[in-house]
């Protein structure tokens, strides 16, 4: 066995305002502005210099990756788990040298080849089969390599009849599959890949699935990211933790997952947003907290589900928005969505509060008893304006069980399938 | 616990990069199918979705040549050292072309793939240089309007074209990719330099000889005039093809030294920017 991956010791820090946003670049103006400062800034930072080193926190930077060193063996499978803005991408970004680390050293052995975004390099204008060259390319094939694959990628995309038709004429489904397949018949030592099963119908996600399984079986080093916790537990042994841009836990996938899920996110079934934690590019939207209700006002991580329960979002408005509405995703864990909803839904409350003033709010929803079935449940928050902006979102914020006990049904001690587990209202007649 | 090991020619090492970067052209030469796909793919896109496609290769130089035949030729009359002013200024046209569309094309290159630079690992350089060499199709195009030209007017040029020629061709690509490089990196951080480019090539052309002959300054401005590199490639191409001018000399030097700093200044700004590239584009 040798190792594949060395990470020691690896930061990397951002500045405020420059990091994940697109878009954002300096003008000269900025940098006439930063000019004319410069003596002041260098004055304090002078000042500061003996007291602590050049590397430490500073208001204006973040570390989206604070010391993680971890060793990955050839031909294993590792998970990376952690809520969204944990490190997960950066950590990707810098293994795949998109971004150079700040601190610390990598070392990797083979080509690293990446499905952070399927597609990249895809041109509308050219055919699926000169895409197909020109995307295996850019992924690192050689010209040769493609030639050899291209009936497979072909078959595997499920796009013969228009290979030969632009991309931009195919529909959002084919364009996906045919990158995707470009995509896994890379055949790197390494591959890093971050969340592409998100996207495509059940059908294509259960075949990439399949694909991702049979690289790690060939031996091959697979970094895997999701937010799917069945993908990565199905897809890995071994899983890692991240928090805040640190590695806080390394363990078989099972542990990692279940101490990912109880850590933080689920307890006491609340999930408060600390201000330096959410994101600048919020603004002027400010989660507060997300919070799980009995029908006595009380806060509980563990539902019955034979009484109502109350979804409530609190949060601060530092500039009127119009158009906004505030919900919540509620999904399995397995990352089926069951409910989404929104609280300017209904036509009424969105005529009063589409238009809301800056001030402090709480949105507040209660769920019926008798609807979920025995399990472990996952609630997530959205703060859009549809059509114009997401402000926050935050897919896994909260985490609850429910508890079935006399809830329908529970008289015969089965599991039963499904999310749901309504109380019908059954009519049996004598017909004969 | 297992070991590395060291030396292996596929090892990677990350680590943060302090101090001047190396060039690392042997990188960029394990890409260098990426530079003839992306070649390719500019050449595939370029002319989608047009009437004339092509065509516009040889309009472009065309057009501005009989623009500048009216004012230059006809109504300000400029010596042309007994050239016809026709093929005197699309002669000159050429490379100035070549020049422009580089400098156009590449300066947006790292913006206009803005995804590629911030999903995957690639020597960032392919990204201006396929912009630059892309241009050397719509230069073969327009050239094959010269070779019409030189036919009419019955212009022979001397044996040693076969050299001169490729020589200031090369040339011309050194300063586009030199200029380019500067542009591409600094338009990352800057977009001002997509406001700017289009005085700063009107400007340029002012001050290289496309319209006038390099014969109108005077002796003792000749050598502060070679500065410019394009005055350089200009001459050169009037004497590979027309025979006009003295050929080779001092001010030719000059503009092949300053050619030089320009593409390795542009190429180590262009190496030691590209750390931030993903961060700040």
């Known amino acids: 066995m040798t190792t594949a991956i060395r990470v020691e010791n690896l930061g990397k820090r951002y500045k405020i305002g420059t990091a994940p946003t697109k878009f954002q670049y300096k003008m000269l103006r900025d940098v006439i502005v930063d000019t004319a400062t410069a003596p002041v800034r260098w004055a304090r930072a002078l000042a500061l210099a003996n007291k602590q080193p050049l590397l430490d926190d500073q208001p204006n930077y973040i570390w989206a990756l604070k010391d993680v060193s971890f060793d990955l063996e050839e031909g294993k499978v590792l998970g990376i788990v952690g809520r969204n803005g944990a490190g997960k991408s950066t950590l990707l970004k810098v293994l795949s040298r998109v971004t150079e680390p700040t601190v610390g050293t990598v070392t990797v052995r083979g080509r690293v080849g990446s499905l952070l975004e399927v597609g990249t390099g895809f041109h509308p204008e050219l055919t699926g089969r000169e895409n197909i060259y020109m995307n295996g390319a850019i992924l690192g094939m050689k010209r040769a390599e493609i030639d050899s694959k291209f009936d497979e990628i072909v078959a595997f995309s499920e796009v013969e009849q228009f290979i030969d038709t632009p991309v931009k004429r195919y529909s959002s489904g084919m364009y996906l599959r045919l990158a995707f397949a470009v995509a896994a018949h890379l055949e790197p030592e390494i591959l890093v890949v971050d969340e592409v099963l998100a996207v495509g119908d059940a059908e294509f996600q259960k075949k990439c699935i399949g694909k991702m399984g049979d690289v790690a079986q060939q031996g091959r080093t697979v970094l895997f990211v999701s937010h799917n916790m069945s993908a990565i537990l199905r897809l890995t042994e071994e899983a890692i933790v991240l928090d805040k841009g640190q590695l806080i836990m390394r363990g078989p996938t099972q542990q990692a997952v279940d101490f990912y899920l109880s850590s933080g996110q689920a307890q006491a079934g609340e999930r408060i947003w600390d201000s330096d934690e959410a994101p600048v590019n919020a603004a002027p939207f400010r989660p507060i907290a997300m919070r799980l209700k009995d029908n006595k006002g009380k806060v509980i991580d563990t539902v019955r589900s034979i009484e109502p329960v109350t979804v409530e979002m609190e949060y601060r408005l530092e500039a009127p928005l119009t158009g906004l509405r505030v919900g919540f995703y509620l999904s399995t864990m397995r990352g089926e969505y069951i409910i989404t909803s929104f609280d300017t839904d209904d036509v009424t409350k969105y005529e009063k509060f589409g238009a809301r003033d800056s001030g402090h709010y709480i949105s507040r929803c209660t769920l019926p008893a008798d609807l979920f079935n025995e399990g472990r449940y996952s609630l997530g928050v959205n703060a859009s304006s549809f059509g114009v902006r997401r402000y926050f979102q935050d897919e896994q914020a909260l985490a609850f069980n429910v508890d079935i006990s006399g809830a329908p049904g529970t008289q015969w001690a089965e599991p039963r399938q499904g999310p749901i587990r309504p109380r019908l209202d059954w009519s049996i007649e004598k017909v004969e | ?281």
């Open chain 2, 1 to 281: 616990m297992t070991e590395l090991v060291k030396h292996d020619p596929t090892t990677i090492y990350i680590k943060p990069t302090t101090g001047l970067a190396a060039l690392n052209l042997r990188d960029l030469w394990v890409y260098r199918e990426l530079v003839v796909f992306m070649i390719w793919r500019t050449l595939k896109v370029r002319y989608k979705q047009t009437m004339l496609g092509a065509a516009w290769a040889v309009i472009q130089p065309l057009m501005t040549m009989i623009v500048f035949n009216f004012i230059f030729g006809n109504v300000a009359k400029v010596p042309t050292d007994n050239i016809p002013y026709p093929i005197f200024s699309y002669t000159a046209l050429l490379p100035w072309g070549l020049f422009t569309n580089a400098l156009n094309q590449a300066s947006r290159s790292l913006t206009a793939n803005q995804n590629m630079v911030t999903k995957i690992y690639f020597p960032r350089l392919v990204l201006p240089i396929s912009s630059v060499l892309a241009g050397l199709v719509d230069f073969a195009i327009a050239f094959v309007i010269l070779i019409g030209l030189m036919f009419y007017y019955q212009v022979t040029p001397a044996w040693n074209v076969l050299w001169t020629l490729p020589f200031f061709l090369l040339l011309s690509i050194i300063v586009a990719l030199g200029v380019s490089l500067w542009l591409s990196a600094i338009n990352v951080q800057y977009r001002d330099v997509n406001y700017a480019l289009p005085f700063l090539t009107q400007f340029w052309l002012f001050i290289t000889p496309v319209a006038y002959s390099a014969s109108v300054i005077s002796d003792k401005w000749q050598l502060v005039y070679s500065l410019n590199p394009m005055a350089g490639v200009v001459n050169g191409f009037r004497w590979a093809l027309l025979g006009s001018g003295s050929g080779p000399d001092l001010a030719l030097w000059i503009s092949v030294i300053i050619s030089l700093v320009i593409l390795v200044s542009g190429l180590i700004y262009f190496r030691n920017m590209e750390r931030t590239f993903a961060d700040m584009i």
